[in-house]
Structures are given as structure tokens and as C-alpha cells.
């Protein structure tokens, strides 16, 4: 079962490496591989079992497949030191502002849509 | 007899397999290390990274090398990105119901956590190299790597500064949210999943259902908008 959904993840993904050369060097070659999957299934119109115990199973160990190259920051030890509270500041104030701003206007737009909906009703 | 502890030692340390062991073993001692302390500093990722940069420091090995024996875990990465379309058909449902604010909510707040970032940057003085970096960072790191190669940052430094975003985001998130009067469980979890990804989906789940499933939502529209929407943009602006 886990087998079968992990042969179509890796024929995607070779499917989008494919495309990648030959068509949208800009895009890479998994993330075609995620398109194509998704409209795929879009048009089967249902996910198999095989394929959501396969992505689920994958998907869990995300964060441990994360950890080699996570290990390349070891080259750029000194570089990101000496920029520390730079870096650092430039990535909070960006996340602060852009988190608050998300929420805010995502309860705003469905504040707005259940206001509208109860005024038509 | 010591000439042959050495030999076996350097057989051992040079072996193909010794990245993948140091990797299981490090992941699974910070994985149980989390699981009991539920301390948000001791993200999983953050810390086997730290527990395997002083092991290789320790046996005088390079990363190169290191790479080179992870490779079996590292060549999983690819199907593992394709396998996100998975959760987000899965989802497909929960997004018809609040299609509009969700894309509206997605677009703006996705160019506003890209956009922020690489101007702060750039008011700062920093090469185009950091910026290309620096784009990235709201991203899930498997994207954010792919998308920092293909437009001409530095991988690894682009996977450190989205495992700071992320941590940052799950500690301040939900306390920064409940301040500016975000109650909505789908605008919490938009919030949390846009900006900081994995991290942040994991902390909206420990909010209840509706708030995790918007956070994986926003976090895979995400991924996937700014892998095909980031390059094109970099390719034609700048």
C-alpha cells in the first residue's frame, strides 16, 4: 500500500524534474511535481488510500529529512555571527508586522462576509 | 592494538552510512527531548542541527562529507514536497467554504511577509545575495530551500532563516494575536500558518482543529504560491 502512493510521489516528482528542463527552468522540479499531483487528483476527483498513507508517512518526517541541509548552516557560521542582530531584527519585524496583519485581515473579511449575509437574510 | 581502534574508528566515521545514523540518532534524542518538555525553544530540527554540527566538529569531519553520507534522507525531500498536494485536495472543501478572504487574506499577507522582509533588508544595506535569501523565509524550508536555489540565495542560510521565523512565530504568535483582537480560529491559524509555516501550524494545533487545518492551509498555499509566483517576480523585477 505505502508502496504504491510512494511510486506515483516519485514518478511526479521525476515527472516535474522532466518538465523542469525541458519546459520551466524557473520553477523547480518538485514543485512542478506538487502541481501536476494536485490537479491530478483534481481530476480523479478522490486521493487513495496508498497515496495518503504514503504522503501522510512522509510528511511526518518532514522535519527530519529538514535536518541535513539544515547542517549546511555550519559553512556560514562566521557570516551569519558577525550579521546576527541584523538578521535577526529584519526577521522579527517583518514577522510581527506581517503575522498581525494576516490575522487582522482575514477577521475583518469574515467579520464583513457574516455582517453582509446576516443583512440579506 | 591502539593502530586498530584507530582504523576501526576511521572506518566507522568514514562509512556511508554514518550520516544517516548520527542524523536518526541526534532527530530522535531532541524529537523525545521536545515531546517531554513541550519547550517552544527546543524545536526538533534546531536542536539535531546543533547536536550534529558539534558531533561532526568532534570527529574532525567536513560537511561536505557529511552530506555526501545523509544523501539517503536529503533525496527524499523531493517526493516528500510533491506529497503536500495531498492535505491541500484533502482540504479542498474547508477552502470553497471561505474561498475569498482566504485568497484575498493569502495574497496580501503573503506579498506583505516577502516584501517586508527583503526591503528591511535592503534599507539595511544587504548584498542581493542575503536578499534572495532572505525572500523565502515565510515559507515551509523544503520550498524555501528550492526557491532560494532557484533564484540565487544561499540554501542553507535560507533554512535558518526559516526555522528563526518559524520559532519566533509559534512564541509570540497566539499571544501578539489574542492583543490585536484576532479571535477567529481560521484568521489565527491563516496568520500562523502564512508567516511561520510549520512551526506555526504546529502551535495553531494545539489551538483545536479549525485553527490547524487553516494553518496547513495557508501554509501549503503559501509554499506552493511563492514557488511559482517568487522566481517569476525575481526573474522580471529586479
Known amino acids: ?13 521525476l515527472l516535474g524534474t522532466a518538465m523542469n528542463v525541458l519546459l520551466l527552468p524557473i520553477l523547480p522540479g518538485p514543485i512542478i511535481g506538487l502541481l501536476l499531483l494536485f490537479i491530478a487528483l483534481l481530476l480523479r476527483g478522490r486521493a487513495s488510500e496508498s497515496l495518503q498513507v504514503a504522503a501522510s508517512s512522509l510528511l511526518r518526517y518532514l522535519p527530519l529529512l529538514l535536518v541535513p541541509p539544515a547542517v549546511g548552516v555550519m559553512v ?27 490575522g ?18 | 592494538m591502539t593502530l586498530h581502534w584507530e582504523a576501526a574508528w576511521q572506518a566507522v566515521i568514514h562509512h556511508p552510512l554514518f550520516g544517516v545514523a548520527i542524523t536518526l540518532a541526534a532527530f530522535q534524542l531532541s524529537y523525545a527531548a521536545y515531546e517531554r518538555t513541550r ?3 527546543l524545536q526538533p530540527v534546531l536542536v539535531s542541527m546543533l547536536v550534529i554540527i558539534g558531533l561532526l566538529l568532534a ?62 533588508a535592503w534599507a539595511f544595506g544587504a548584498e542581493r545575495m542575503i536578499l534572495m535569501t532572505l525572500a523565502p523565509k515565510s515559507v ?18 535560507a533554512a535558518v532563516f526559516v526555522m528563526i521565523t518559524g520559532v519566533i512565530g509559534a512564541i509570540f504568535g497566539p499571544e501578539l494575536l489574542r492583543r490585536c483582537g484576532v479571535q477567529h480560529p481560521a484568521a489565527r491559524g491563516m496568520a500562523l500558518g502564512l508567516t511561520a509555516h510549520a512551526v506555526g501550524t504546529a502551535q495553531a494545533l494545539q489551538e483545536g482543529d479549525e485553527c490547524g487545518a ?21 526573474s522580471l523585477l529586479l
Open chain 2, 59 to 120: 570527529c574532525g569531519l567536513d560537511y561536505e562529507r557529511y552530506r555526501d553520507s545523509a544523501q539517503l534522507l536529503t533525496v527524499l525531500l523531493g517526493p516528500a514536497t510533491v506529497a503536500l498536494a495531498v492535505p491541500l485536495y484533502l482540504n479542498l472543501r474547508r477552502i470553497r467554504e471561505l474561498f475569498g478572504p482566504t485568497m484575498i487574506t493569502l495574497l496580501m499577507g503573503g506579498i506583505t511577509a516577502t516584501a517586508l522582509g527583503m526591503a528591511l
Open chain 2, 39 to 41: 519547550w517552544v525553544f
Open chain 1, 1 to 13: 500500500m505505502l508502496l504504491r502512493g510512494l511510486t506515483w510521489l516519485v514518478l511526479f516528482q
Open chain 2, 214 to 234: 487553516f494553518a496547513a492551509l495557508a501554509m501549503s498555499l503559501m509554499g506552493v504560491l511563492t514557488a511559482v509566483l517568487l522566481p517569476l517576480a525575481v
Open chain 1, 76 to 102: 556560514y557560521t562566521e557570516a551569519i555571527l558577525r550579521d546576527f542582530w541584523a538578521i535577526v531584527g529584519v526577521l522579527v519585524v517583518s514577522l510581527v508586522f506581517s503575522l498581525v496583519f494576516t
Open chain 1, 104 to 121: 487582522w485581515l482575514m477577521q475583518r473579511l469574515i467579520d464583513t462576509r457574516k455582517r453582509v449575509g446576516k443583512d440579506a437574510s
Open chain 2, 140 to 157: 515551509t524550508s523544503p520550498i524555501a530551500m528550492l526557491v532560494a536555489e532557484q533564484i540565487g540565495g544561499v540554501v542553507a542560510l
